[in-house]
């Protein structure tokens, strides 16, 4: 299930009882890590059930390492 943002972090906590884990997904660039610790530091309930984290938003410049791989995997098999 997809909740709202962790700004929204009441939201994340009701469901909190619902669910066995959570993914946390943050945005290459626009998510300030400390502040994303902090607050899922603040609610222990979360806390304890991340499984993992997904970072978006990542540039796929021809200068990044990953560029071969993001064009394998974008190009179209015919």
């Not at 984290?53 to 394998?72: F, Q």
Request: proline share 6%.
């Amino acid at each position: 299930m997809d909740s709202p943002p962790l700004d929204a972090l009441a939201d994340a906590a009701i469901l909190a009882p619902l669910f066995s884990g959570f993914l946390i997904v943050a945005r290459a660039g626009g998510t300030d890590i400390q502040d994303l610790t902090q607050r899922i530091a603040e609610f222990p309930v979360i806390e304890d059930k991340v499984l993992g984290y997904v970072l978006n938003n990542i540039s796929h410049g021809r200068s990044s390492k990953y560029y071969k791989y993001a064009a394998y995997y974008s190009t179209p098999k015919t």
